[in-house]
């Protein structure tokens, strides 16, 4: 059984008791530093505890550790140095690069030019882990993948595997890496100066040779006198370079189907006597967007006879079959000109064009000739008429837009007659012996203005009764299509004859409804037709007043009458 140290007590629950003069709680250090690496500490020898735990002394013996003087001194100096403290590589050569310069010959094959070519590089050699990168400085417009040759690594320098170290490396010597062979010629001066300081004698330096592909291109080539054709363009091209001769013209385009006239501008460029021919585009012409009629180039004035047979298409006109091109001269203001099978009149010119006649040929006179070069037509949209398909309003959206869109309604007199009816007897005006019993009730919407007829079913009458129209709008005879007229309010009279899609029909009685709204719109109604109305209910015109002011309830105000008492 285990005894708890310091105590006698077996090292059981209940006899450990915590050390009161205890006062480092800290964990105890398992590793210390020798020459910057940290290893384990050792075991001290014969005291049989473990170094690793903190041990308290008493005062008494600490105070006899520093009074103990050692008995054994070396040298004559009593006083013992402190050993200077290790400062690791990567701490002491942290940024610290030699930078050596030199080149490598790459081999050239299969040119006369050059055998071989010179590159330069730089070789960076980093002392904090003795690694080492190659970069070859790029060079614009070389065509050769440059920057970073050989990336940051350690170098072998031998079959054996050693690495190359900065006591290896000196001017004027070669380097075998990765089977290119490097020259180091130069160095910079702190290479310079941390080599010389490191009692490295550094040998001369040496400046890299010139490149031979180089050293040929830079030099003077071997001028040629060139012809006076040759001359007399590049002066042609130095004095009339963004000189264009601008005429708007009129392309007579009679051959066509649609036998319009087009306007164009001819551009005459006085550089290479090129000419370019540019379309206007009007909106909603119907044509393709092609602004460029001609593309710029010349145009053939003569050509031999030989080749005129010949159609372009099969054989093109070359330099050699052209006898005349077209020139400045040719551009007459005023008159007709024939480009390319097609014929222009030109009838104006810019400012600039107009200065270059008055200079160099003074003898054409400019004559602007007035001309219409709209194109466009008013032509009047051409309503067909009704097919009787759907109503009439919902038929002439159709021929308006591509896409169709309802008709606009009146909300405010939605609102305000909704649930109005006029409702009149009606019978059939027909010729046909069948149709004389046959009675309709035809009803007026003043909110929409539509009209509905349904017939009254007869007994053994044999025709069966029903809706007989449904509800739209129904157009007076002799109306158009583009403005139609439709029935109202007004035309409803006793004894009036509406004829509706063919069908005729007379009116026989009507609603007492009907009177009463009618007089309350007296300025829109015909006095005939109230005079009607009002033989048919048998009443006058002071008897009915009367009798809707009876039939008001106290504190109430007609609707229909309410806009002709205010």
């Known amino acids: 059984m285990s005894v708890n140290p310091g105590q006698g007590l077996p090292f059981l629950?209940?006899?450990?008791?915590?050390?009161?003069?205890k006062s480092a709680y800290h964990r105890a250090q398992t590793l210390a530093f020798k020459n910057g690496y940290a290893l384990p500490r050792r075991p001290v020898v014969g005291t049989g505890q473990d170094p690793l735990l903190s041990v308290n002394i008493s005062h008494c013996e600490r105070n006899q550790l520093i009074s103990d003087i050692p008995n054994l001194t070396y040298g004559t100096d009593t006083h013992?140095?402190?050993p200077m403290s290790y400062i690791p590589a990567h701490a002491a050569y942290d940024k610290k690069v030699l930078r050596f310069y030199g080149y490598f010959q790459q081999p050239v094959l299969h040119s006369p030019d050059e055998k071989f070519r010179v590159r330069p590089v730089v070789i960076y050699y980093y002392l904090e882990d003795d690694?080492?990168?190659?970069?070859?400085?790029?060079?614009?417009?070389?065509?050769?993948?440059?920057?970073?040759?050989?990336?940051?690594?350690?170098?072998?320098?031998?079959?054996?595997?050693e690495f190359y170290n900065w006591k290896d490396l000196n001017l004027c010597m070669d380097m075998n890496l990765y089977g290119t062979v490097y020259r180091i010629t130069h160095c910079d001066p702190f290479t310079q100066d941390f080599m010389e300081s490191q009692g490295i004698v550094l040998n001369e330096p040496e400046?890299?040779?010139?490149?031979?592909?180089?050293?040929?291109?830079?030099?003077?080539?071997?001028t040629h006198a060139t012809p006076y054709e040759h001359n007399h363009q590049l002066e042609h091209f130095l004095t009339k370079d963004r000189q264009v001769l601008r005429f708007f013209a009129l392309w007579d385009d009679?051959?066509?189907?649609?036998?319009?006239?087009?306007?164009?501008?001819?551009?005459?460029y006085l550089v290479d006597n090129s000419i370019e021919i540019c379309e206007h585009q009007e909106p909603n012409s119907g044509r393709d967007p092609f602004p460029v009629l001609l593309r710029r180039q010349r145009v053939p004035k003569?050509?031999?006879?030989?080749?005129?047979?010949?159609?372009?298409?099969?054989?093109?006109?070359s330099k050699v079959d052209v006898q005349e091109y077209f020139s400045p001269e040719d551009f007459r203001v005023g008159e007709e000109l024939t480009l390319m099978g097609r014929r222009?009149?030109?009838?104006?010119?810019?400012?600039?064009?107009?200065?270059?006649?008055?200079?160099?040929?003074?003898?054409?006179?400019?004559?602007?000739?007035?001309?219409?070069?709209?194109?466009?037509?008013?032509?009047?949209?051409?309503?067909?008429?009704?097919?009787?398909?759907?109503?009439?309003?919902?038929?002439?959206?159709?021929?308006?837009?591509?896409?169709?869109?309802?008709?606009k309604k009146d909300v405010i007199k939605l609102l305000e007659n909704d649930h109005k009816v006029l409702r009149y007897a009606a019978r059939l005006d027909s010729q046909n012996p069948l149709d004389e019993?046959?009675?309709?009730?035809?009803?007026?919407?003043?909110?929409?203005?539509?009209?509905?007829?349904?017939?009254?079913?007869?007994?053994?009458?044999?025709?069966?009764?029903?809706?007989?129209l449904e509800k739209t709008h129904v157009p007076k005879p002799g109306s158009v299509v583009e403005n139609p007229e439709y029935y109202g309010p007004a035309d409803f009279s006793i004894g009036a004859t509406l004829e509706v899609f063919g069908h005729r029909f007379v009116l026989t009685d009507a609603d007492r409804y009907v009177l009463n709204y009618l007089e309350s719109v007296p300025n829109h109604i015909p006095e005939h037709m109230l005079s009607s109305l009002r033989q048919r209910f048998g009443v006058s015109q002071t008897s009915e007043q009367d009798d809707r002011d009876k039939e008001q309830p106290a504190g109430e105000t007609d609707e229909v009458l309410a806009p002709i008492e205010s």
């Open 344 to 407: 222009f009149l030109l009838y104006d010119c810019d400012g600039f064009t107009w200065k270059y006649f008055q200079q160099n040929h003074p003898e054409i006179q400019i004559k602007p000739v007035t001309v219409q070069t709209s194109t466009q037509r008013d032509s009047k949209k051409v309503i067909p008429p009704y097919n009787g398909f759907g109503s009439l309003e919902d038929s002439l959206q159709n021929c308006l837009s591509l896409i169709p869109e309802p008709p």
């Open 207 to 222: 400046s890299i040779p010139s490149d031979p592909y180089t050293t040929l291109r830079t030099q003077t080539q071997q």
């Open 437 to 468: 019993g046959r009675r309709f009730i035809l009803s007026y919407y003043l909110s929409n203005d539509m009209i509905s007829i349904f017939e009254r079913s007869t007994r053994n009458s044999g025709i069966m009764g029903g809706k007989f």
């Open 13 to 21: 629950p209940g006899n450990t008791f915590r050390d009161l003069t």
């Open 254 to 268: 009679s051959d066509s189907i649609f036998r319009d006239k087009r306007s164009v501008t001819l551009h005459y």
């Open 131 to 161: 690694s080492m990168g190659v970069i070859e400085p790029p060079v614009e417009n070389s065509g050769i993948p440059q920057g970073k040759l050989i990336k940051r690594q350690r170098l072998t320098k031998n079959q054996h595997g």
């Open 302 to 317: 003569h050509i031999k006879p030989t080749c005129e047979p010949f159609p372009s298409c099969v054989l093109e006109v």
């Open 80 to 82: 013992r140095h402190p």
